[in-house]
């Protein structure tokens, strides 16, 4: 055995030789062959349960020994914490051997299209093997196919591309598979990118929620600290949006919003002097997506930031963006009052009573939505037991210096500069809908966000050992105080 892979080893070498090529990456890749081959082939994108076959499903749960009914929902924390887990595993373990781990995905019907021949049905045959499944003529074929593979450090894209790909996908197309392409090369059917960790994104803090309970003021004025960078102007979409479904980003991804990070640095040092180094994001709905917390769990030096608000007033808040009727839109939405993507021919309604009547109706999404909160901070506070700060929008609003400080040094930051005023930001104060003339309609809804109330004052209690009075809503002061409106500015 050990003869053939010299012989194939020095032929291949021979071969590239000839060709002026570097010949080490792939003569490493033979010499620790079965090191590199032992890396499992995670998948390095989440896919929803339902968007895969039961027979795939059944398969995968068979060979990993896991109770295909705990994992029904897709969305399970348990199941994504096994799917993260697990590529983060590979990509460890590919890097013990002295590889990279690389994302490779294979245009399908491109080779089909360029076999001939024999090859054509040798490869559809192959393919129908791997996937478990027949497939008849008309069928159509699956576009693309993703395998992930480790590859020796020293090999370039282009090697991973031409050179190890070409060993890793035997399976499928056998092992001259350089006659399925004809005289194309596997340039023109592969396309990989490296995956790099979670941890390798530079990100110190994360303000992560609550939407609507004071995070834009959390992150303007956290950014007044002079040690402290914040990565975006805006909500930083990276791990929400960019790499949504991903189980382990693109080196290239985390490079460039790295370098986005050194800019930031640059400008801030440029303009203050002063060199910061504790770097911050914010997004406010980056709690409630199960796919993030397992993101930010895999960086474990992170630390999370989270403000909470009395659920009765931010219930209000998000339906006068998003339900209320307002007597002129466009100029609603340039106050802000209004969410700006809304289209004037939405449903809307004249009153929030339709909280209570439309509960099951046409505001049932909107309720599961509010309801869905109370389980997401339960998960966090699960998943980050030692590195989550929780504070109270009150907390802003009153004791700012305090609040600010606290969390300063729970970042790791010394105390504010004396000099330094808290501003609050995106609020709006006085009656912003029916709401506070009408007390039982508050008071139903109170009972009915029961558990966020409860949940609220439960993590406060754990995480800061503080208690809030979390029952008085903001319609027990709506008359004594002054009527403010600042969103986007400063009040
Ligand atoms: C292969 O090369 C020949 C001659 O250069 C060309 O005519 C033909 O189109 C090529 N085939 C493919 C599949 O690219
Ligand atoms: C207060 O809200 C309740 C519940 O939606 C509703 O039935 C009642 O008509 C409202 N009262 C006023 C004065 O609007």
């Known amino acids: 055995m050990h003869g053939r892979q010299l012989c194939v080893c020095v032929c291949a070498a021979w071969f590239l030789a000839a060709n002026g090529e570097d010949v080490t990456c792939l003569s490493e890749y033979y010499m620790g062959r079965e090191g590199f081959r032992s890396v499992p082939l995670s998948p390095l994108v989440y896919t929803p349960i339902a968007h895969r076959p039961d027979w795939y499903w059944k398969k995968i749960f068979q060979m990993r020994g896991i109770d295909p009914e705990s994992v029904k929902s897709g969305y399970t924390e348990a199941w994504l914490a096994f799917l993260f887990v697990e590529a ?20 399908v019907r491109k080779v089909y299209d360029l076999a001939q021949g024999s090859a054509r049905s040798t490869f559809a045959g192959r393919l129908a093997a791997v996937f478990g499944i027949t497939l ?5 074929l699956p576009g693309h196919l993703r395998l992930s593979l480790c590859a020796p450090a020293r090999c370039t894209e282009s090697q991973v591309v031409q050179e190890i790909f070409p060993l890793a996908v035997d399976m499928l197309m056998g092992e001259r598979p350089q006659q399925m392409l004809g005289n194309a090369s596997f340039r023109d059917v592969v396309v990989a990118h490296e995956v790099a960790g979670w941890h390798d994104f530079d990100i110190d803090f994360a303000i992560v929620g609550v939407n609507r309970c004071g995070t834009t003021s959390l992150r303007k004025n956290m950014e007044l600290h002079p040690d402290v960078v914040i990565k975006g102007d805006e909500e930083e979409t990276i791990l929400s949006y960019e790499l949504a479904n991903r189980l382990l980003p693109l080196k290239a991804q985390v490079e460039e919003y790295n370098a986005q990070v050194q800019e930031r640095i640059t400008a801030k040092f440029k303009a203050t002097g002063h060199r910061p180094h504790i770097v911050g994001i914010g997004n406010p709905l980056l709690f409630q997506s199960a796919l993030v917390r397992q993101k930010l769990a895999l960086m474990p030096q992170l630390k999370l930031v989270l403000a909470v608000c009395e659920p009765v007033g931010r219930m209000e808040k998000i339906f006068m963006m998003e339900k209320y009727c307002h007597d002129d839109l466009p100029a609603a939405q340039k106050r802000l009052v209004a969410w700006p993507y809304r289209d004037g021919s939405e449903v809307c309604f004249p009153s929030t009573s339709a909280l209570l009547t439309e ?5 049932k999404l909107f309720w599961d939505q509010r309801i869905a909160t109370a389980q997401h901070l339960a998960a966090l ?4 037991p030692s590195r989550l700060f929780v504070l109270h929008q009150t907390e802003l609003r009153d004791t700012p210096s305090n609040i600010f400080n606290e969390l300063a040094a729970f970042v790791g930051l010394r105390p504010f500069p004396e ?7 995106n609020s709006v104060g006085g009656h912003r809908t029916d709401l506070c003339f009408n007390a039982s309609l508050v008071r139903s809804l109170q009972r009915l966000l029961e558990r966020e109330y409860v ?17 008085s809503t903001r319609c027990d002061l709506v008359d004594k105080v002054d009527t403010t409106y600042c969103p986007n500015m400063a009040c």
């Open 455 to 471: 949940m609220q004052e439960s993590i406060l209690q754990a995480f800061r050992g503080i208690r809030i009075a979390a029952r």
């Open 136 to 140: 008849a003529a008309p069928d159509p």
């Open 359 to 363: 509960r099951h109706g046409q505001l």
């Open 419 to 425: 000099k330094i005023v808290f501003r609050r930001y």
């Open 88 to 107: 983060q595993e590979a990509m460890t373990v590919c890097s013990i051997e002295g590889g990279r781990y690389w994302d490779c995905i294979l245009d």
């Open 381 to 384: 506070a699960e998943l980050f």
